[in-house]
């Protein structure tokens, strides 16, 4: 009996922490190259898409300072399609500049697995408030629509 209750307050902990966790896109790789002021980006999200109605709707590279640099929208969801890379560019920062990339959920907006780092020596892991920067979700490009 008391095995039971151990292993059913166990599953508990992870339906929440799966929960939790399902909330945000985590950006889990980033990689650039180009040349000075003019990087393209690869970025790897995983994010709980549903469909239109859940979804990872952009991903974005910021300063450190939360100033908003560079934006890729993502036009539709990638349900089936997990975790998913996709690349934008130019990018106008210089190699040795460390950056932020973070990516944005239409219905949860920040909170996910952010990277940070530069050009020259690649990018870690990093957990941010889901306020820094807050208001970098009203500016554009926007998502205007999603197709599936």
């Known amino acids: 009996m008391l095995g039971q209750d151990n292993e059913e307050a166990s599953n508990e902990e992870e339906a929440t922490d799966d929960t939790d966790e399902n909330l ?10 180009g040349s000075d002021a003019a990087y ?4 790897t999200i995983s994010s709980p898409d549903t469909g239109c109605t859940q979804y990872a ?4 590279v910021l300063t450190q300072e939360g100033d908003l640099v560079y934006r890729r929208v993502l036009a539709h969801s990638h ?25 944005h959920m239409n ?10 780092g530069t050009v020259e020596n690649g990018y870690e892991e990093i957990a941010l ?12 490009p926007l998502p205007e629509s999603c197709a599936f």
């Open 40 to 43: 393209s980006f690869s970025v």
């Open 24 to 33: 945000f896109a985590d950006v889990i790789d980033v990689s650039a190259k």
């Open 107 to 116: 219905t949860s907006g920040y909170g996910g697995v952010a990277m940070r």
């Open 57 to 60: 709707d952009w991903w974005e």
């Open 129 to 140: 408030e889901s306020t820094f920067t807050a208001d970098a979700e009203n500016k554009g």
């Open 79 to 103: 349900t089936e399609e997990q975790p998913f890379t996709r690349s934008g560019g130019a990018v106008e920062i210089g190699p040795g500049q460390t950056i932020i990339v973070r990516a």
